[in-house]
Every structure is written in C-alpha cells, then in structure tokens.
C-alpha cells in the first residue's frame, strides 16, 4: 500500500471515534497492551510526562515539548485530535512522523491489527511509541486522549503526571459528574509518580484527585495554590505574565512571555511552571533562559494551531478549538475581551456534545453564521440554526466552515470581530488555517 491506502485502510478497518462516536469507543488497555508487547513495549524505552485532564491539555503538552527540546533533548510528542494533517498525532522535535514510517508500521503489524481489531486510536497509541523508540527519542510528552483509567495511553509508566483541569465532557462515557469525570482523571495517577494539577477546583474535585494520589503514595502539587499568575497585558503580540510563587512572594519568572495568548493559558501556565520545577529536582537541565525562550515560540516550535489564534485583521478573526461548555466559555469571555464593532460568530458543532448549554454562552446581539464541520458526527447547520433561534440567536446556515466565514468577513465593517468556533472540527476545515 501507499501512503494514501495505508491511511484509506486505517480510517476505513478501525473505528474511528472523531468521525463515528461511540460506536469507536473501546475503552481498556488489554488491546493496546497486547499490540505493544508484539512490539517489545517500546513505551518502556524512554522516559515519559503523561498529560490529562478537560481542557487545556493538549496547549501544556506543547508548551512542555517546547520548553525539552529548547533545552536540547530529543522530544516525541503525541497529541490527538489532528487539525489537518493525521501526521500531527505524532512528532518528534515538531517534525511529523514520516510517511514511510506509518506506510511500514501498518504493513509490518497488518496480521496483529487484524487480529486484535484495535480501534483507530489503540493503533495510533501503539505507532506512537513505535515511532518514537525507533527515533531514539530522549523523553516523550503524552497527551491522554479521553479519560484517563481507561484511556489507550495509561499503559506508560511516567516520569510526571499533569492533570489540567476537571469540566463536563464525553459524560456518556465518563461519568455524569465532576466527580466521577475527575475519577477517570485521576486513573493516570501512578504509584510514587508525582501528579501535577494545573488548577485546584472545588473541595470535591480536589477530593477525588487527593485521595487517588495518597492511594498511590504519589506526591500531589496543586500548581494553582503554589503560584500566581500575574497578567501583565499583550506586547508585541505575546501575552506577558509575571509568575510569583505565594507562599514566599518569590518571583519565578517575571515577564514571563507567552506566544499561546489565550486568558485561559494563564491556568495552563501554572501547571507547565509546576512541571518544570519538579523536572528540574529529578534531574533535568531546564534553564531560564530555555523556558522563556520557548514559551514565547511554541507555535514555531512544536507546530500547535488552532488556540486563540488570530487569523487577519481588518475585520479581525479569531479561532479556537473550544468544544464543550467550559472551554467554549472561556474563549467566549476572551473574544468579548477584544471584540469591537459587531460581533458575529461562525459557529458549528458535533452533534454528541451538549450544545444547549453552548448556545447559552453566546450573545443575543451577535450575528450569527452557522455550519457544519466535514465530520461524521457534525450537528447538520440547518438544524442547528433553528436550535439556535429557540434561544434567541438569529443567523443563516452554510454548508461549511469557509462558505460561512467568507459570508462573515464580505458583510463586515473593518472594525468588526469574528469567532470561529464551537469544535475542534470547524477550526479543522478552516482553509487557511
């Protein structure tokens, strides 16, 4: 097979849970275990940070990939879902896995994966690990894909664990509340690991994750209660922030520079500032100097799109990957932030996610455009737009993103603002993204 039939053949024999939903839900390690030991458990054979949570973990799995690579190691970095490109899952250094690579992977493991039926995901995790044993790679930074305990990701032994935060997501599959979500979390938590939790949440929450850790005789820091993230304004197009820890009023960094820009990065810094700390007392060489260095160029390091990010002026649009209440609340908030003259919003979403609670997030006033994402799972716009209209939200329905985002930007003022959003999906289809 070629590149294009390799690809044909995953999308096609595996389950696919971003285009299908539950139905390519296979939650369970024993498959994975059992691809990777075929594989001789190449996930043993470097060091690992394993990285969950609701929101925010894939923007603190890159900011900690650039930050290793400034500092000169060899860094995997396995993210999901891609935007454009399936190749994104997987990098090292912020270079795709080649082509060559997945052609033979699949072709090497076709009778296993014939064998074990893994779903789409299982495959990915198990080429991952291969690809990044195979590069000789000096750390990995693991993103979880759903959950945690459960998740096709939990068969690595970390040297950390980072758990962002806790929001209302996939409730069918992993609970209905906070508490049982935070469960599933906390399923990444290993025995003697240090846990990382970016942002400290209710005494609940905390609760579950706190209990998961003295469980596992883990040492558990709350990044949030240790350091204050001082918002010091956008210059030069980087959000700058002070970071100064509480208990003795030290500053860590000041003018600590940011390229992700969006205000809920400043609860994912806190975490990543967290993880540095503890990586530095094991050992690792993370110098100042690298770690501003980094965080300022993330997207030129490691390749990341689609967070907060401004895609022309005049109007200006912004996008973001936002796709369930909480974070779609925050970019919301951010948005009305630097909005001027009309705000108007080319919104779609996926049809399996609570989109009542999202359509109350936005504004009456706006002026609305709504689509679908070229996915599986897209909520048609037709019937979206009548959705939205029972809670006030009047707009016109387009087949796809660009058809919509181009309607937004030809009936705009210069001094309008744009939103682009609603699902990882739309901000994917964005044709110049």
């Known amino acids: 097979m070629n590149y294009q039939e390799t690809l044909d053949y995953l999308y096609s024999r595996l389950p696919v849970f971003q285009n299908i939903g539950a139905r390519a839900f296979k939650p369970g390690l024993h498959?994975?275990?059992?691809?990777?030991?075929?594989?001789?458990?190449?996930?043993?054979?470097?060091?690992?940070?394993?990285?969950?949570?609701?929101?925010?973990?894939?923007?603190?799995?890159?900011?900690?990939?650039?930050?290793?690579?400034?500092?000169?190691?060899?860094?995997?970095l396995y993210t999901s879902p891609h935007l454009k490109d399936f190749r994104e899952r997987i990098r090292v250094n912020g270079q795709f896995v080649t082509e060559e690579f997945i052609i033979d992977f699949i072709s090497e493991n076709k009778s296993n994966i014939e064998r074990l039926s893994p779903s789409f995901f299982e495959?990915?995790?198990?080429?991952?690990?291969?690809?990044?044993?195979?590069?000789?790679?000096?750390?990995?930074?693991?993103?979880?894909?759903?959950?945690?305990?459960?998740d096709s990701?939990?068969?690595?032994?970390?040297?950390?664990?980072?758990?962002?935060?806790?929001?209302?997501?996939?409730?069918?599959?992993?609970?209905?509340?906070?508490?049982?979500?935070?469960?599933?979390?906390?399923?990444?938590?290993?025995?003697?690991?240090?846990?990382?939790?970016?942002?400290?949440?209710?005494?609940?929450?905390?609760?579950?994750?706190?209990?998961?850790?003295?469980?596992?005789?883990?040492?558990?820091?709350?990044?949030?209660?240790?350091?204050?993230?001082?918002?010091?304004?956008?210059?030069?197009?980087?959000?700058?922030?002070?970071?100064?820890?509480?208990?003795?009023?030290?500053?860590?960094?000041?003018?600590?520079?940011?390229?992700?820009?969006?205000?809920?990065?400043?609860?994912?810094?806190?975490?990543?500032?967290?993880?540095?700390?503890?990586?530095?007392?094991?050992g690792w060489t993370l110098s100042d100097s690298q770690v501003r260095e980094a965080l300022s160029a993330v997207t030129k390091i490691t390749g990341l799109k689609g967070r907060w990010q401004k895609l022309r002026e005049k109007p200006d649009v912004y996008c973001d990957t936002g796709h369930n209440t909480a974070g779609l609340a925050s970019a919301l908030e951010q948005f009305k932030s630097v909005a001027t003259g009309a705000q108007r919003f080319v919104v779609g979403f996926v049809g399996d996610k609570d989109i009542t609670s999202m359509l109350q997030l936005f504004p009456s006033d706006g002026i609305f455009y709504f689509c679908q994402p070229s996915n599986l799972r897209a909520l048609d716009a037709r019937e979206l737009t009548q959705l939205a209209a029972s809670f006030g939200l009047e707009g016109k329905a387009f087949l796809n993103v660009n058809d919509a985002l181009d309607a937004a930007i030809g009936e705009s003022d210069p001094q309008d603002t744009i939103y682009v959003g609603g699902s990882t999906f739309v901000v994917a289809d964005i044709e110049d993204l």
């Open 123 to 150: 495959a990915t995790v198990a080429m991952a690990f291969s690809y990044f044993s195979k590069m000789e790679v000096d750390v990995a930074v693991i993103e979880v894909g759903m959950g945690g305990r459960l």
């Open 153 to 282: 990701t939990n068969i690595i032994t970390p040297e950390l664990s980072i758990i962002t935060n806790i929001s209302l997501d996939h409730t069918q599959y992993l609970g209905e509340t906070l508490e049982e979500i935070a469960a599933e979390k906390a399923g990444i938590i290993k025995p003697n690991i240090p846990v990382i939790v970016s942002e400290k949440q209710s005494d609940s929450i905390s609760g579950v994750l706190s209990n998961a850790a003295l469980n596992a005789d883990a040492p558990i820091i709350y990044a949030s209660d240790q350091y204050n993230m001082q918002k010091k304004g956008l210059r030069d197009g980087l959000l700058e922030v002070d970071v100064v820890e509480k208990e003795t009023l030290t500053s860590i960094f000041e003018g600590l520079r940011l390229d992700l820009t969006g205000a809920y990065q400043l609860k994912n810094i806190a975490g990543v500032v967290a993880a540095i700390e503890t990586l530095r007392r094991k």
């Open 31 to 76: 498959t994975t275990r059992e691809l990777c030991n075929f594989l001789g458990d190449p996930q043993n054979h470097y060091p690992t940070i394993h990285i969950g949570g609701t929101n925010g973990k894939g923007s603190t799995s890159h900011m900690l990939a650039a930050v290793l690579q400034q500092a000169g190691y060899k860094v995997g």
